[in-house]
């Protein structure tokens, strides 16, 4: 009888205020950091491949500027950890708000159960579609 | 038909804008997994980022985001404290005006830096 | 001044409905009740809707007017700043007749919290003392005529699904869940966090602006919202 809303109630509502945070960060670091200015860049200077390398590689190839500055973001271990959390909320957030608008739109018990289960399901598949995408992700390889 | 007040309008906008990021997270993490598979990969989806109709929909999107989380946040302040409960009518319409002026900035600083 | 009425009408044996519109004459300082009674006395009969006390302690004259749920009884013609006066039932409950609705599935929203003192020691040989401050806790909640304004004014109730409990019995909840003397919580909570309990309240505040006894009904649901968390 009892479904338990309460913490996926207070949850929504923590999610949502860590959102806040991570998603400002994450516009922060793709609109402004990855702009056409190089700097901000040192700042964040925690990357798998060193900065005076980095450097180089990108005078020397401006094509992949934008890719070796990414990659190199990308591949840090801190920044890892940073998406993996973010993609965590993200699709948490996100599919569990659509859940939510469900409940309100589909009385059918049975319809109900059906497309709770379409969003538990698709947001599984795109938590992990995420996670690998990120922690594969290693400009080494290439 | 009933009449739309300060607290209905801003929840419909909520469930809009929500469904609306959700669309983009799709979009967003399957373009991601695309640009993991190799340098050229990468450059491809960049390329798509910046046909104009891509960045203007970006730009859309930030105002989605913006008021979904200012609102999202006064939704947080009101269940959890007495006072933003009382205030809510002055709460929604500084949502509005805290998203538009952010958006406002926001936007013109996207377009710009990503020209 | 001169008024234009639209009243909703529904004839249960024909399922047909319509608007009747009438002009009146009429006082600006009157509420829109004179006007339905004067109209039912001078032009029509027929019109059916409820009223009892007739001056804002019964609830029983609950109607949509000109687009917000209030009593007939307490709002004046000059308070709606218009000519038009447009009457409908108060909507998500099944129209019998007029503006007579099946309040049914309202009440069977207040039943599910027990909205009765159930008390937490046996009965003591004086009365069950309490104190001022444990009183004020609920004071905003004791003030409900249960008039279904609140409720029916609610998305989560009209637009979606009447198995809602509602901002009305969300009221009376909070009147006995902090009162210092009820102990019969565990019974209210398992209503109130269930799928069709507080979490489909989406702070929309309809409740607290229909309210025609200004209780802060959001404000109410809120102190539910974080009691059950903790209490659960």
């Known amino acids: 009888m009892s479904s338990r809303g309460s913490s996926a109630w207070l949850l929504q509502r923590v999610t949502g205020a860590l959102l806040f945070i991570t998603l400002g960060t994450h516009f922060y670091l793709y609109h402004y950091f990855m702009g056409p200015g190089m700097w901000g860049f040192d700042s964040i200077g925690f990357g798998a491949t060193d900065l005076a390398t980095l450097k180089a590689m990108m005078e020397s190839n401006p094509e992949m500027a934008k890719y070796y500055k990414l990659a190199h973001l990308f591949a840090a271990p801190l920044w890892k950890v940073f998406d993996v959390t973010f993609i965590s909320l993200g699709t948490y957030h996100g599919f569990y708000g659509i859940k939510a608008i469900i409940d309100d739109w589909v009385t059918h018990d049975g319809w109900r159960s059906v497309a709770n289960w379409v969003v538990y399901i698709c947001g599984v598949v795109l938590w992990v579609m995420g996670i690998v995408a990120v922690i594969s992700f290693n400009p080494e390889l290439f | 038909m009933y009449k739309i007040k300060e607290g209905m309008l801003a929840w419909i906008l909520h469930k809009i804008t929500g469904i609306a990021i959700v669309a983009f997270l799709i979009f967003h993490i399957w373009s991601m997994s695309k640009m993991s598979k190799g340098p050229e990969a990468f450059n491809a989806v960049i390329e798509t980022y910046k046909t104009p109709l891509f960045r203007a929909g970006e730009v859309l999107l930030l105002g989605g985001v913006l008021f979904h989380a200012l609102n999202g946040m006064r939704l947080i302040l009101g269940e959890f404290t007495a006072w933003a409960m009382k205030q809510h009518k002055l709460l929604v319409y500084l949502t509005y005006i805290l998203a538009g002026a952010l958006f406002l900035v926001g936007a013109w600083f996207m377009w710009r830096a990503e020209g | ?232």
């Not at chain 3, 000109?66 to 007939?72: C, F, T």
């Not at chain 3, 207040?110 to 009965?123: D, Q, T």
């Not at chain 3, 249960?146 to 109730?157: E, I, L, Q």
């Open chain 3, 1 to 232: 001044m001169e008024v234009t009425v639209e009243i909703y009408r529904y004839d249960p044996d024909t399922e047909e409905s319509r608007f009747d519109t009438f002009v009146k004459e009429v006082d600006p300082k009157d509420r829109v009740l004179d006007v339905m009674m004067a109209i039912k006395d001078e032009d029509d009969g027929t019109i059916a809707f409820r009223k009892s006390c007739a001056h804002g302690v019964c609830g029983s004259d609950a109607m949509e007017i000109n687009g917000l749920n209030r009593l007939a009884c307490q709002v004046l013609v000059q308070d709606l700043k218009s000519k038009r006066i447009r009457i409908e039932p108060i909507r998500g409950m099944k129209v019998l007749r007029d503006l007579i609705v099946d309040m049914d599935s309202f009440f069977a929203g207040l039943e599910k919290v027990k909205p009765y003192l159930i008390p937490a020691e046996p009965a003591p040989a004086t009365e069950r003392l309490q104190s001022i401050g444990d009183r004020a806790i609920f004071d905003d909640t004791t003030k409900c005529i249960m008039c279904g304004s609140c409720t029916t004014s609610c998305p989560s109730f009209r637009w979606f699904n009447q198995d809602f409990v509602g901002p009305a019995a969300f009221v009376k909840a909070h009147r006995f869940i902090f009162d210092s003397r009820d102990g019969g919580n565990e019974p209210r909570l398992e209503i109130l966090d269930d799928k069709d309990g507080l979490w489909r309240c989406h702070s929309i505040f309809n409740c607290t602006d229909a309210c025609p006894r200004e209780i802060h009904i959001t404000k109410a649901i809120g102190d539910l919202k974080r009691y059950t968390v903790v209490h659960r």
